[in-house]
Structure formats: C-alpha cells, structure tokens
C-alpha cells in the first residue's frame, strides 16, 4: 500500500520533529507504529537511508584532518523506533555537517588529504589481479579501483556489507555504502546493520533492503538476481522506472528498458553455489570486564586466553552504586568517581578496539558529557595526547548528545542521540596508522552495531602535547577527563557495562557478535583457516 499526500506530509513533520530533538509522547508512538505495521513506511525510511549514505559521502569530503581521514557517516537502523529517528537525522544532518564542519580557507589549503580505509580483503581464491597483488587483509581505500583478472576475491566494508568477486570484474569503490560494478559479476550479501548498501551501474543503481542479490554487468547493462531478501533497483535506461524486486526475482537493465532474464533458472543455480575462499589467519587478545561482581573493591577482566597475570579495574572517589546492567549488573558514575584499568600496548601505534554499553540520562548536563573511556595514545602524529570517548556537548561539532571520539584535537561525530536514558551499544575502532604519514590515523565509530562516524579536522584547536608519563601508559579510564597527570575534574555521569578492549580493529560482523551475544566468534580467538 501506498502513502496518501496526507501521510507523507505527517511523516515529514515528524521527521523534522525527530531532528530538531522535539519528538516526543504521542508523535513518538505514532511514528514508531507507523514503522512497525506499514511497509511503505520503512521503504520510505530505507529509501532516505540512500539518500543520506550519497549526502555524507558528499559532507565527509571536506573533513579531513592532517593527516587523520574522515569515517563515512550514515545513521543507525534498528527496528522499530531509532531506526526511524537515525535515517530521517542521517538525510537532515548531513548538510548542516558539511556546513558547520568545512575547514577555513586557510586550513584547507594546508592539510594533507589522504584517501580514506573504507574496507579490507577478507578472502580469496586464486585470484590474480590487473596491476601488483592484493593480499588477503590489505585494506581498500575510497576511490580505489579494483581489477580482478580471475579468481574470487571478497571485500567486507566497513558498513558491513561483504561483495564476492569473479573475475574478470572491475569494481570502483565509492564509499563504505557504495560501489560501482564496471563489468564481471558481484555477489552482495548486506546484514541488517548495512541496509541501504548501494551497488550501481551504467545501467542500473540497486539499493539492498537487506538481502542478498547478484549482479553481473556487461557492455550491454547489467542483470540483477535476488538470492534472499529484496533490492530497490532504479533503471538508467528507457523509462529509469524504480522496482522492487523480492526473492527469487532477475531483470536485466539496458539502456532499452527493462526486461526479463534468460536462462534465469541455470544462473540462479550457478549463483547460489556455495564459495570456499582463503581467508586470514586471526588471533585476537582481548579483555572483557563484565562489572557483575566486585572483589576487595576492584572488578576483574576476563582475558580471551589463560594467563597468571590479572587485569583488575580499580575504582576512586566515592564508591560506585552497582545497577541493573544490559547484562547482569552495571557501574553506575555519578559525576565524581572513576575507574582505572590496564590493557598492554594500547597507548602504542596498533590499532585496537573498544566496545561497551553506555546509558545516559535524558536529562544529563552538558558538564557530565566527559569521556565514558579515555586513555593516552603515545603517537608521532598525535604527541602525547589522549583518545576520549564521550557524547558530544559542542552543537557546533555535531548533534548534541551523539557519540564522539576525541583524538589529538580532531574529533569524530556520529549521529544518534545517547542521551535518551536507553542502553546503547558502542564499538570504537582506533587505528593510529603507525609513523607513516601517508597511512591516516582512522577512527571508525558503530552506535547498536551500525557505523557512524564523521571525522573532522582539528584545525587551530589542537592542543599542546603533554609530556610523555611513563605511569600513564596503557592505562585505560572510566568516567574521567584526563589531564597531563590523569584524571581531572571533569566527570562522566550515566551507567557503563560489558567492556571489551581488543587488539585490533574489529570487523564490523565480530562488532555485531559483541553486541548480540556478548562476545567474539570462537574463530577469531584462534588461528582461523
């Protein structure tokens, strides 16, 4: 069913409700209904996604940071009602980003601007490539073009999405949502969390409402085979009409129109074939604090591996009331008091990762947006300057209440509002891209298993560097500001449950385990073949 003129105008309304922050009691259960029991409402929010992907692509451009690189920003998804409130922000607040973010004149013309890691090689099978060789965990970079002579290759975006190559294939990549298929056959497999994954061709643009489909492009135009699910397809041809095309359904798209498949059967069944690839051999060590039970005042970690050594998170300032947590029991911070943990080389130059819940009140003051997670990062590029993860307090940086991570001056801001009193899930993946200056510092920042993250440069703002501190190092803080000593006044207010800290940066799958099952697949804690 369709919506009447009447309908769209009230969802517009209420859109704009949810970006100016004012959607509240019956506009709320209205919106989270329609959401919930119409079809066309969702496609309409599926379809804004889309829009907002292409916007902050556009918007992430010009925030760069010498030498750190934007995250491509879209907004979360999750049903039935944040999902709503994240897409029509996603559309709304990438404009007003690329406005309030754009460097100065002067900034602009200074900063080095290198291409931004949108993805990594997961897994391949004999595939030979056009020019050099990939190698199985190499990252891909926005605006790369991918030549596969023969062979598969599998690329897993930072959004999620995953597209399986056979060679011959020519593949540009736009974005973290968006890619290009110049000729060959792709295989997209789109999770939840990456909904609105865009796949185009000369002939015709899909948009995955969380399926997946095959497209195989010629010098003809292209066919598109759905596998699972459904995919918005916009034709280039005669006619550019837009279908929905559902499980089991094939077109094939010219610049003549539209038309049925021959042979659909045949490649349907080519198609669906299972694909044994290579893929990296992964040993991740991680920490996990549950907070469920304190002993003698302090919380222990549990570590991915047996180890005699323990890795406690002792407590200051007035003792901490434990909480009802997402999982079990949780701390609560009440503006005064703070934790402190050690996790061996995280203030070095490799990536790492950080996921926790987070709740915070609706009615927290902008003074208790200090960071939830906060450590040094010891870095030719940053100086001896902290990593803090908090919810942003700076209208001017992005929306209130979003979450933010703050590195060496420049910052990264997403876009869903944590300070509604919900739990939310938080993933940072920190990677400080090692001394080489033309390897960028990269954070990538995922709110309920979806990534969403701006970056922006630091411009005039970047603080001194401290002097490096010996006793500071790898030590990781909760609920605190840190200062050139440790932790100074400034404090966080609100509950923090089930941290995780990993040595690497996690894929956004193993992200989603985290988030769902409250800990990493099993073939990643070991050598996987």
């Known amino acids: ?46 379809r804004a996604l889309g829009q907002s992907a292409s916007l902050h692509s556009y918007a992430a451009e010009v925030h760069t940071e010498a030498p750190d690189v934007p995250v491509r920003a879209a907004g979360p998804l999750r049903f039935p009602f944040w999902w709503a409130t994240a897409l029509a922000a996603a559309a709304a607040l990438a404009v007003g ?11 602009a013309g200074s900063l080095a601007q290198p291409s931004d890691f949108v993805g990594r090689l997961t897994g391949a099978k004999g595939s030979q490539w056009a020019a050099g060789s990939l190698v199985t965990g190499a990252l891909v970079r926005k605006g790369q073009k991918l030549e596969l002579v023969s ?18 294939a020519s593949l540009h990549i736009n974005s973290a949502w968006d890619v290009t298929l110049l000729r060959g056959t792709l295989k997209a497999s789109v999770p939840p969390e990456a909904i609105g994954f865009r796949v185009s061709n000369a002939a015709v643009e ?3 409402l969380g399926t997946e489909f095959t497209m195989v492009a010629d010098a003809g135009g292209a066919e598109v085979f759905v596998l699972k699910g459904e995919v918005e397809a916009a034709s280039r041809g005669a006619g550019q009409e837009t279908i929905l095309l559902k499980e089991g359904a094939s077109r094939r798209f010219a610049p003549t129109g539209v038309s049925d498949v021959n042979d659909s059967a ?9 694909l044994a690839l290579d893929r990296l051999a992964v040993v991740t060590r991680h920490l996990h604090w549950s907070f469920d039970r304190a002993t003698d005042g302090a919380f222990r970690a549990t570590p991915a591996e047996a180890t005699e050594r323990t890795f406690d998170t002792q407590l200051h300032g007035p003792a901490p009331a434990q909480t ?13 008091n703070y934790g402190q943990a050690r996790f061996p080389g995280l203030s070095g130059n490799t990536p790492h990762t950080l996921a926790f819940w987070v709740r915070v009140p609706e009615d927290a003051p902008l003074s208790d947006a200090y960071s939830m997670v906060t450590w040094f990062a010891h870095n030719r590029k ?10 942003n307090r700076d209208r001017n940086d992005g929306p209130i209440g979003a979450l933010r991570t703050d590195f060496g001056g420049g910052q990264a801001v997403g876009l869903t509002n944590l300070r509604d009193g919900r739990w939310h899930h938080i993933a940072v ?42 006793a500071l190092a790898d030590l990781v803080w909760l609920g605190a500001r840190l200062g050139a000593d440790g932790p100074r006044q400034q404090r966080f207010r609100g509950d923090l449950d089930e941290l995780f800290i990993a040595d690497r940066g996690l894929e956004p799958q193993e992200i989603v385990s985290l988030m769902n099952d409250n800990r990493l697949p099993s073939a990643t804690l070991a050598a996987r073949r």
């Open 1 to 46: 069913m369709n919506l009447t003129d009447s309908e769209v105008l009230e969802l517009n309304t209420l859109c704009g409700a949810v970006v100016d922050g004012t959607l509240a009691g019956p506009q709320r259960e209205r919106l989270a209904g329609w959401l919930r029991d119409s079809e066309a409402a969702r496609r309409h929010y599926v």
């Open 97 to 107: 980003l690329f406005f309030a973010s754009r460097p100065g004149a002067e900034e």
């Open 151 to 168: 062979g598969v290759a599998e690329v897993t975006f930072d959004s999620g999405a995953r597209v399986v190559l056979e060679g011959t």
């Open 206 to 208: 899909v948009v995955d």
């Open 266 to 274: 045949r490649k349907f069944a080519l198609f669906t074939e299972p």
């Open 324 to 336: 009802a947590g997402r999982r079990g029991q949780a701390l609560r911070f009440d503006g005064q």
């Open 382 to 391: 940053l100086g001896n300057r902290h990593v803090g993860i908090n919810w």
């Open 429 to 470: 993946c920190f990677s400080p891209g090692d001394d080489d200056p033309t390897v960028p510092v990269q954070v990538k920042q995922y709110v309920d298993g979806r990534l969403e993250s701006s970056t922006t440069i630091p411009g005039k703002r970047r603080g001194p560097a401290v002097v490096e501190n010996a």
